[in-house]
């Protein structure tokens, strides 16, 4: 079994809930908090990238310099040519 939570809502909206008795208001909970945290993690995940892109970005700087390429005008270049 897991862990037991308790959550407060307004008295009129429990009235309001009291009024579709056939919902499972504890799955209703757990499913959006569920959701939540998958959000959450995928949002984790993407900092976790992009500060991976930065070392790496910082680190290639740090080795060779800056240089002249232009990542913007290569992808444009790959656009017009799948058209």
């Known amino acids: 079994m897991g862990e037991m939570i308790s959550v407060r809502v307004p008295r ?3 009235e309001k809930m009291r ?3 056939h919902v ?4 209703v909970v757990r499913e959006a908090i569920r959701r939540r945290v ?3 993690e995928r949002r984790l995940r ?10 790496i970005r910082s680190r290639i700087l740090q080795l060779y310099g800056a240089t002249e ?3 913007s005008e290569v992808i444009r270049r790959w656009r017009e040519s799948r058209r």
Do not use: H
């Open 38 to 40: 998958e959000v959450e």
């Open 69 to 71: 390429y232009d990542s």
């Open 12 to 14: 009129e909206l429990r």
């Open 24 to 27: 499972n208001w504890s799955e």
């Open 46 to 55: 993407m900092l976790e990238a992009a500060r991976d892109m930065d070392r």
């Open 19 to 21: 009024k579709f008795s």
